[in-house]
């Protein structure tokens, strides 16, 4: 089976609100392996950047000002992605603006049944607690040093290593004896997984998420 991990930067929380994407990268795996097909876009929001954002991503409005819009790279977007299984944490936002990016030039919007939201997994396996990417790398101790800022090809590489783990199942081996290895291949990494308890302060910390009527991406 064929999945895309996906991710986005923007220029804002709310594509209603007039903010853009800025950055798109896809890494596609077989089996949760990667096949070293990337699709990774810098783009033009053709808008201002707003202080908040630069500060996440560091993609200034002069930086963007002569890479492509999405309507110049929409097509080989889809087709990357098309009948594959998109891996996304926090599916709602991603999908917002991607699906709002593609409404305003009449292209198919993605089907949330290709959809799998991490966030949803990891919510299910750690109730009532922090299931952001970054918490989830270190509850599995992978390595964020890579990440000064949010960048959506490094997010997808750290999602995908997070998403073993969720699963608990083994990363998948290199067939070294395979031909046709592309020179982007990414090299195998060790995951370290260990048995998570949950102690007391957790379980009071769940009790409390229960009662309480926090948002959904409060996480």
């Keep these: 089976m064929y999945e895309i991990f996906l991710d986005t930067e923007t220029t804002g929380l709310s594509f209603s609100d007039g903010h853009k994407i800025v950055e798109i990268a896809c890494i596609e795996t077989k089996d949760l392996m990667p096949t070293g097909n990337v699709f990774h876009k810098l783009i033009n929001p053709k808008r201002s950047m707003p202080e908040a954002a630069y500060n996440v991503h560091g993609f200034s409005e002069k930086f963007l000002k002569d890479k492509e819009t999405f309507d110049q790279i929409a097509d080989e977007f889809t087709s990357f992605i098309n ?23 009449k292209k198919n919007k993605i089907e949330k049944k290709m959809i799998v939201d991490s966030l949803e997994v990891a919510r299910n396996k750690f109730p009532g607690t922090s299931n952001s990417l970054d918490a989830l790398c270190r509850k599995f101790n992978i390595d964020l040093s890579r990440r000064a800022k949010h960048n959506a090809l490094i997010d997808c590489e750290l999602l995908r290593e997070v998403y073993i783990n969720l699963l608990d199942v083994k990363e998948p081996r290199l067939n070294l004896s395979s031909s046709d290895l592309g020179s982007n291949f990414y090299k195998a990494r060790h995951y370290n997984k260990k048995i998570v308890e949950i102690s007391d302060l957790e379980i009071k910390k769940h009790q409390f998420f229960l009662k309480s009527e926090l948002k959904k991406n409060f996480y």
């Excluded at 009948?83 to 030039?105: P, T």
């Design 83 to 105: 009948n594959k299984k998109i891996i996304i944490h926090n599916a709602s936002f991603d999908l917002g603006f991607l699906n709002g990016e593609l409404g305003l030039i």
